[in-house]
């Protein structure tokens, strides 16, 4: 999504979600069941987005951001919308957060429709600046904790200490934002997020501002935290290779505007199986599914440079 | 790839053990001199004392006391004003006063400003009014004020309020508006709203902003207070600084008028220096929304 959209989109949020009229079909979903019941009958989807339609408006015109998209997130999944500029992923981040009504179709967690913003959803935005710098990086993560009434001072401290000496920043509880790396924001704004210990987490690229290797330790990291914590993760990147390593579903969106072209499973990959075949034919497989146009590099097939969709430009 | 032309030419490799540094000092304390020149208020100190020197130069040179009272007189009027508790007495008068006007002023213009980022038709009412009053002079204000409030404290007030109100809710509410997309919608996926969003997300984010709509306000509260009392001076016969000028020019004590100046001056000084620098250090200095001057 490029900037200009993104403050278009930020500039819709503003509004306020009007209450949704309706309250008939309210299926009091059962409680998730524990992460163990991982194979075997499915359990009950935590997040439900059905056929949801959303757009937003620019100057111009309203632009429509995803059409009929719908997916099913189960607890402890680790979920990744991914897609190239334009295919709505950040958008439809936001409307699971609350922060836009969808325009046609609605979203569902735990069997309750999203009606605006919330502290069971704490988001994970890729800017730097999402931490306030008049509060140090204790203050932070116990901000929402306060804000939602959450937790007394006392409690929200302790459990601030927690999450932070797990993202490895205890030594900087102290610190102002300011003063920190990128990465160390990211650890902070993660911390932040966990020890909110919300229904899901979503991240909108948590990592795209981060340099390369500084990347690469934050994916390996993320991972580490979900195998101690086992947190729900919806999660919004443009880079394939980031896709397959985090998720173990990732969801592949066509642009303009946003449509469902494909659910893969990527349970199997992880950091340490980046150079293998296996993995490199998964990322080829999703090039080729995000862009059937265009040939990988590299094995440009004669046939293929003239496709039939090219033939609309000849009629 | 390899012509002759572009072959590498190999070098050996090499690694180097490091020695010790015993010699070489790892810091080195700056001279006394250097020092001092890092003090900003000596460097502010030695300016004013160059002023100083250029004025005593000038009143001797001049030769009229009359018309302008050399550096040495006016030091010596506003030493007997401070000694007989005078001055200090007039400058309280219109310090408080002035807190009163500055205090409401504040109060108003948050009023204002929270209304302008809720509300569609807030906004509205807040740039109007702005777009009208800001411009207006505050001590053309004062006739009206007089007419209403008769002479007295509250005529003083009502023309501090009006100058200190505009200024402030114009930089506040332009803070409000650049306080960043990813801050609002942290706060909100927190769960705020209304009163507390405003308060702990929007207030503190635009601080710098209110800050120096704040400096601003209290400079023209501060030159509006006085102009007033020079226009009207004392009600019942106990006025502030300004009216201890107006007086002593009318009894023609230009020294005691440079003293009562000299006593302006420095109390915007003091406020400048002591309330809104330290109130700067301990807030957007320290969380680096602000680069240390």
Known sequence: MSARQLRATASAVDAPPAAAADTGRRAALQAAPPPAAEAGSAPAPLLHVDNVGLEY????????????????????????????????????????????????????????RVRGPGPDRIVVFQEFDQL??????????????????????????????????????????????HTLSGGMKQRVAIARALAMQPKILLMDEPFAALDA????????????????????????????????????????????????????????????GLGSERFQNTVQRIHHLLFPDAPPPGRADPAQLLSPTDLRFAL | MTTPTTALARRPEYERPLEPLDDLPAEIPLRLHQRLWQQGWLRKALVLAVLALLWEIAARWQNNDLLLPS?????????????????????????????????????????????????????????????????????????????????GEGSLIFVLVHSVLWALAVNTYSGFLGVSETLRMGGRNYGLSGLRYVLQILVPAALPSILAGLRIGWAFAWRTLIA???????????????????????????????????????????????????????????????RQA
């Open chain 2, 71 to 151: 550096f040495l007189q006016t030091a010596a009027a506003f030493f007997d004003g401070l000694v007989s508790g005078e001055l200090f007495d007039r400058a309280g008068r219109s310090l408080l006063v002035l807190t009163k006007g500055y205090l409401i002023g504040i109060v108003a213009a948050f009023v204002l400003t929270t209304l302008a980022v809720s509300t569609q038709l807030g906004r509205d009412l807040l740039s109007t009014l702005t777009a009208m009053f800001n411009p207006l002079p505050a001590i053309a204000l004062l006739p009206l004020a007089l007419l209403w409030f008769g002479l």
């Open chain 1, 132 to 177: 306030p710098p008049w509060k140090t990086v204790k203050q932070n993560v116990m901000f929402p904790l306060l804000a939602s009434r959450t937790l007394g001072r006392r409690e929200a401290a302790e459990r601030a200490l927690h999450y932070l000496d797990k993202v490895g920043l205890a030594a900087f509880a102290e610190a102002y934002p």
């Open chain 1, 213 to 272: 290797l500084t990347r690469r330790k934050m994916q390996e990291e993320l991972l580490a935290l979900w195998d101690d914590v086992r947190f729900t993760l919806l999660f919004v990147t443009h880079s394939i290779e980031e896709a397959v390593i985090v998720g173990n579903r990732v969801l592949l969106l066509s642009p303009h505007p946003g449509r469902v072209r494909a659910e893969l499973d990527t349970a199997d990959f992880d950091l340490a």
């Open chain 2, 228 to 290: 007033a009392e020079l226009v009207f001076g004392a009600s019942s016969g106990q006025g502030g600084l300004g009216w201890y000028i107006f007086q002593n020019r009318n009894e023609l004590y230009t020294d005691r008028v440079f003293a009562g100046l000299v006593a302006v001056i420095l109390i915007g000084l003091i406020v400048e220096n002591l309330v809104f620098n330290v109130l700067e250090r301990f807030t957007v200095r320290r969380w680096g929304m602000q």
């Open chain 1, 57 to 112: 408006r620019t100057a111009q015109s309203v632009v429509r951001a995803t059409h009929k998209v719908s997916f099913d997130v189960l607890p402890a999944d680790r979920f990744v919308l991914l897609g190239p500029s334009g295919c709505g992923k950040s958008t439809l981040l936001k409307a699971v957060a609350g922060f836009l009504r969808p325009r046609d179709g609605e979203i569902l967690l735990d069997g309750q």
